[in-house]
């Protein structure tokens, strides 16, 4: 009975025994299966031996076939013993025909020699460098190798790890280029900004050479405006004056039939220098201002077969410099002869408004139109003129505004800012208060000076002749003048003077009744001579004589004071008759 109980607790012990030691061999079988167990050490007649089991460096060679970089293992004398598919494909061959072969054949030949000396450094030190793979096709692969020596208890090889450096170059090339073009557009920034402003300099300068251009164009224009208007005008008038006179004192039909056509003949060549004065520069602008002279420019554009209607309110004349009107005028006038050469009609508008201290005047027209940026952006014909109008007006502080689209017609604006006192109100406005301050108060002591205004013109009961005072600057056109009244009985010329301050000082020394005034003189034209006169000695009876006498003209003198205005090529068959007219008709 005690054997068989004993022999039962033996048998437990036992089976906890093999069970214990079943669960051992269950935890390592496991472990082999999921990989946990890389070798296994057995005993064995020799010893223990380590015995790898199958699949246990898989992970690792999975690692090292699948990574982006090229991996390889040379023997020492550079033969490849294993490598990847990544190096196979950055020298361009098959996998299977790598192996074996020298590493030294597949790098570029220029590189070979350095490849040796970093292999040669041998030891345990690492190397790192940079070299060319070359493929069978002779291209070459950039790349970074890294070099290790094995451990010797793993045999004498060298493991390299190869990198493709093509990415990397291309970005750094990327970078290298990008910096360059910073450089070139940095260089590029600054010699867009020197030549900016050389360019506005040069700009600068040529709006400075086309306002100093057209000033020489006005001054040659009005030097030979003068000529004509002061000498071949003036001689022309005096010969149809003295013919006038050998008509007077002639009997002779066959005489007088032929002054008449000698007559004829000058006062076609007298009309003739007349248009060429009025063509070469405004013969109003300076004796009656802006926009009289527009007013007397839209009635000569009939000449080019165009109807201009004037919008310009009546009131103060603009108060722009002599030389922003003339370059107002000029710029209408050309821009009116541009409606009339190219717009296809006949008829334009001409406006002018002041506002805000500027003045703004306008050219328009309905007409065909035409492309603005084409027209004003070239140069020629028209083109350049347009281009001048603008570079003049800027130079001045001004604008030049362009609307123009096809069949809609065409509107420029002229804008120039004011502020500049005209020079005729000046003059008007300095001399006359100089002159009635100054030349009244150092009046001679003859007995003949008067001691009030109104004494000035008084008549005596016997009728004396009536004192007249000639005022022209040219001397041929007083002693013409002088020879015509002295004709007369009943007129004495009293003196001459020629310009505006003489006459004003004449009518002090000689206490004429009658001024026969010219308008175009030096110094105070006759306009503003007449105004000042007036001023001061209003029973004075002023007559204006001009080459030109048109109607704006002839408004013009007639604010001013005087009691008519003729030509002077008229002064012989009509300024006695008129001065008779207007001396009975102020007298009675």
């Given at each position: 009975m005690t054997e068989q109980v004993k022999s039962v607790e033996e048998l437990a012990r036992?089976?906890?025994?093999?069970?214990?030691?079943?669960?051992?061999?269950?935890?390592?079988l496991t472990a082999i299966r999921t990989g946990g167990v890389d070798a296994l050490v057995l005993e064995g007649p020799n010893g223990e031996q380590v015995f790898t089991l199958e699949g246990a460096d898989h992970p690792y060679r999975t690692f090292v076939e699948t990574m982006n970089e090229g991996a390889v293992t040379l023997a020492m004398d550079g033969?490849?013993?294993?490598?990847?598919?990544?190096?196979?494909?950055l020298v361009g061959t098959l996998l299977e025909e790598t192996f074996g072969r020298a590493f030294l054949d597949y790098v570029a030949p220029p590189d070979r020699p350095e490849f040796k000396v970093l292999l040669e450094q041998g030891d345990d030190d690492s190397v790192r460098a940079e070299l060319s793979l070359e493929q069978p096709d002779g291209t070459e692969i950039p790349v970074q190798f890294s070099a290790?020596?094995?451990?010797?208890?793993?045999?004498?090889?060298?493991?390299?790890?190869?990198?493709?450096?093509?990415?990397?170059?291309?970005?750094?090339?990327?970078?290298?280029?990008?910096?360059r073009l910073r450089i070139f557009v940095g260089s590029l920034e600054q010699r867009v900004e020197e030549r900016t402003s050389e360019l506005v300099a040069s700009q600068e300068r040529l709006r400075a050479l086309v306002n100093e251009l057209n000033r020489t164009e006005q001054r040659e224009r009005k030097r030979v405006a003068t000529e004509l208007h002061d000498y071949l005008a003036q001689l022309l008038a005096l010969a149809i004056m003295k013919l006038s006179q050998v008509k007077q004192k002639t009997e002779l039909p066959t005489v007088s039939d032929l002054v008449n056509a000698v007559q004829e003949v000058l006062r076609e060549a007298l009309d003739y220098t007349r248009?060429?004065?009025?063509?070469?520069?405004?013969?109003l602008l300076h004796d009656v201002g802006l926009a009289s002279a527009l007013r007397w420019l839209a009635v000569q554009m009939q000449r080019h077969q165009l109807a201009v209607i004037t919008q310009i309110p009546s009131g103060d004349d603009p108060n722009l410099s002599e030389e922003q009107a003339l370059l107002v005028f000029q710029s209408v006038r050309e821009l009116l002869v541009n409606v009339s050469k190219h717009s296809g009609v006949g008829e334009a508008t001409v406006s002018l408004?002041?506002?805000d201290g500027r003045l703004r005047v306008e050219v328009r027209d309905r007409g065909k139109g035409f492309d603005v940026k084409m027209k004003a952006g070239l140069v020629g014909g028209v083109n350049f003129g347009l281009f001048s109008i603008r570079e003049r007006m800027q130079a001045l502080g001004g604008s030049f505004e362009l609307e123009s689209a096809a069949e809609k017609g065409t509107r420029a604006t002229l804008v120039l800012p004011m502020g500049v006192e005209s020079v005729s109100n000046f003059r008007s406005k300095d001399l006359g208060s100089e002159l009635s301050e100054s030349t009244i108060s150092h009046q001679p002591s003859a007995g003949k000076v008067q001691s009030s205004n109104s004494e000035l013109t008084t008549r005596s009961s016997r009728q004396p002749p009536i004192r007249v005072l000639l005022v022209d600057d040219h001397a041929m056109v007083r002693q013409g003048l002088r020879s015509l009244l002295e004709g007369y009985t009943d007129i004495e010329v009293v003196g001459e003077a020629s310009d505006g301050e003489e006459a004003l000082a004449g009518i002090v020394t000689h206490q004429p009744a009658v001024v026969v005034m010219d308008i175009n003189m030096p110094k105070m034209n006759g306009i503003e001579t007449t105004a000042v006169l007036k001023d001061r000695y209003p029973k004075i009876i002023v007559i204006g004589l001009s080459v030109q006498a048109g109607e704006e003209m002839q408004q013009a003198m007639l604010q001013a004071g005087a009691s008519a205005l003729l030509t002077k090529e008229a002064a012989v068959d009509q300024l006695y008759q008129t001065i008779q007219a207007v001396q009975k008709a102020i007298y009675t």
């Open positions: 036992e089976n906890d025994s093999l069970r214990t030691r079943l669960e051992e061999v269950t935890d390592v033969t490849i013993v294993y490598c990847n598919r990544r190096f196979a494909d290790r020596r094995l451990p010797q208890n793993c045999g004498n090889y060298w493991c390299l790890v190869i990198t493709d450096l093509r990415s990397q170059k291309l970005y750094d090339a990327l970078l290298e280029s990008e910096e248009t060429l004065v009025a063509d070469l520069t405004p013969p408004a002041q506002r």
